[in-house]
């Protein structure tokens, strides 16, 4: 694939500082790319590397002083780098496609036009997939699954009975969807197995990480709610609603029953403890474990979870703790000093 | 399916406070639920919304006062509830049946009366699975495996050899027992691998989650006993034993070689350090990192967890640390000017 | 299989105390040992094992004082006793040989000598697979990618396209290399979706665990240097590079362009946030947050991560605080009344 600088200038409604005519051939990050190659620079900090860049054009804001590669102004380089990278990207993907011929089929399952079922897809019964969906190898569809269009499903993916996907969403290999809640009830010393008998929901636009899972509820739906992107090995519990447009890092886990508002961010590793409400646009610090409900807009870090200005502040005195307790104990010396001073006066 | 109130007080061993006769036709939570629903009430959190409920019936343990819909009294409602799911997903749960043509079996393998093997199931060989147990679609059993009855072994689960499952198991998919585990001796600046030449045994009644791992021993047995549950995406490392009728949370993660005893419940996200001992019937709260043995009985929390009473203490001191560290300053300069000021004396 | 304890002296370099030519049929460890069965001691703390094992011989680095089974003396006692587990283990080991009838291969690919391609295994296109590689059942291969000689890649692995592993390289179960990284560009209140466009390295010797996620990178190279051991349930981001000899446990995440050195240690469940480095030989304890930059050779825990030493300090401190106040509280009165008794004089 080829474009010229100008294209890509066109391309992303930018503008042409240096030479419209050289060829891009590849896209890169700003320290390996080569000639040919397009990059770009979002902060300040990445900034110094322009004047050494072998790349070839650079998507950047405003125009730095100094000798630079041809450079492409544009208000939001990554933005504006995520396009072109798209129209690269285009040329790599090479989904499957038509029905290969050891994909088991079963009962009264509608196929919409041009949908991909490669080699060792399962599909159980009552199931309907949209058109140009796209199912990888290996990939298992329980009882009456309904999957959207123009969704990719990657290898090994599990969907259990009942659950539900939308439009152009993406699963990553291994997730499994519609697994059993994990919900027992002590009896006598023993753990008795409460069934499990709800659903999963995943509306459209919808990415999924790797080897993530995503429990059936134990009754009712559990549900991600349109442009939602989780990454890898995620765990959501059952009766979690998660709203619009949020972002889950990698190794989040969210107990059952969480209710979690739109545009929601959780940083990777975070815990959310069942039953509490995380509130619209909230944002949780990587590695933080939250017990009680957040407040709309609210950032909250550490564990337990506390509002994210207040545990900087914690942290910043917990690392001078010994300091703190060697300046407690030098108070008590002077203390004691200046009472036997008065006591003997 | 259906039934009335009076069946299902029945059923439980209730009595009914309303109209024996209304038909039950689902089952849902209180907020969810529709005319034609059970519900239930276990805690004095969700009792007033027993009032605005559009269920047809609640469990209860107690008649409360005012108006609501039709109650079952019963003393354990949750159990109770617990019950009525069961009967109402055995309607919905139709394991796969039959050897599927894809199916692989290799040889010396000994099937059970009424064994379900689904399609791309891959059986290597001399193992043996007992009567009624159901194999869904794309698992691995390595050679020498060995499967109790009436167990359930959702899509994509791989059993590497020599690995024992008991009876009425369920594991969920894409779970991996018996992988090697992770033992290195450092040598020359290089790690040499220490062959994992032990197994895994899993006893009756144990439900094994969603991609969780369970490493072989280095030599003997890593051993899950009877009745314990495991949830999603946990770790359990090499020579673990686990104890009858644990609880572990999803995300837990155990080191090689320690020893967890009966009854045992360990909240999402947990860590155990290797090499320790987990007493019977202790408990460790969600997130806490145990580096050392827990006496049985014992309530733990935080990193490194210390007993949960006093984690609780230390956890509302740390919150108002920048205030004590005010406090100390403070003092400080108090007694500067008392010390200055006997001195002037 | 049967060895003398004279061979096993011969194999590991060591000197035989006690009887050279008994027989050793296993091996095990100094509680599970029984007639017939080799052990080993490493520690101080299992020497007092060594006189009540029922193992017939002890690999021990030097001779105790009172009665004891055979003895065979040897500097490392651990490495000999891997060297010993490596001949019992061939036994064990019986990887899946030949092309089996039900793997799918597509076109123009290159299969060494020697090559086992399992059942329901899936290559895609234009993949080369080094001599005596072992592929398990249910593994995915994308386009392009390459194996070297010696691997062996476990059921139900997805090597997404243009992945690329070397020789004598081990893959666990489930794992996933080559999804596509977690990129995404906030963009009128929605997340739009950067391509990933790079791919994932892994170099020889690599042992990578069961279920544990590689992302490709957005553009370049995930990498995985040769030699390095990572556990199960581990999630490696876009764009890290991890260096030769590293050995990362059970539930580490690193978080996207994350650099590590060679020889570099992360304990269970450690988390690295985003574009920082660890240096070569730094090691970071379990459980701990890293947040920034870590220099070579430095021991760093706790969240956030701080120098081992003083965070052992702060967290002895930590447990007291309820102590502290409490001795703050007392420091007040005492300076209050001390203000008091001054100011009537």
Chains 1, 2, 3 share one sequence.
């Not at 804001?61 to 590669?69: F, H, L, N, R, V």
């Amino acid at each position: 694939m080829c474009m010229t600088v100008g294209d890509i200038a066109q391309l992303v409604g930018g503008t042409v500082a240096g030479d419209s005519s050289l060829p891009i051939t590849g896209v890169n990050g700003i320290k390996e790319a080569q000639a040919g190659d397009l990059t770009f620079v979002r902060s300040a900090r990445y900034l110094p590397l322009i004047f050494s860049t072998k790349a070839s054009a650079v998507l950047i804001a405003e125009q730095p002083e100094g000798k630079t590669p041809s450079l492409i102004l544009c208000s939001q380089p990554d933005l504006a780098f995520a396009q072109v990278l798209q129209c690269f990207s285009q040329r790599q993907t090479q989904h499957p496609s038509g029905i290969h011929p050891t994909a088991v089929i079963g009962e009264n399952v509608i196929l919409g036009q041009d949908v991909a079922l490669d080699a060792h897809v399962y599909i159980t019964s009552e199931c309907e997939i949209g058109a140009r969906t796209v199912i990888y190898p290996g990939v298992y569809i329980g009882r009456r699954v309904k999957i959207g269009e123009d969704t990719v499903i990657y290898p090994n993916v599990v969907l259990r009975e009942d659950t539900e996907i939308g439009s152009r969403c993406i699963l990553h290999a291994g997730a499994v969807l519609g697994s059993d809640g994990f919900g027992f009830a002590p009896l006598a010393g023993q753990w008795m197995k409460i069934p499990q008998i709800g659903r999963v929901v995943v509306e459209d636009d919808v990415e999924i990480g790797s080897n993530t899972t995503i429990d059936r509820a134990t009754f009712g739906v559990t549900r991600i709610r349109r442009g939602t992107k989780i990454d890898n090995l995620v765990q959501i519990g059952h009766n979690v609603e998660i709203g619009e447009h949020c972002a889950l890092a990698g190794m989040v886990g969210v107990s059952g029953s969480v209710m979690i508002g739109n545009h929601v961010q959780l940083g990777a590793g975070v815990g959310i403890a069942g039953h509490i409400d995380i509130g619209e646009k909230a944002r949780v610090g990587a590695r933080s474990g939250v017990h009680k409900s957040v407040a709309p807009g609210a950032i909250v870090s550490g564990y337990p979870a506390i509002e994210h200005e207040k545990f900087l502040r914690v942290v910043a005195v917990s690392r001078n703790l010994p300091e703190w307790t060697r300046r407690v104990r030098q108070l008590e010396r002077q203390v004691e000093a200046l009472e036997k001073q008065l006591l003997h006066e």
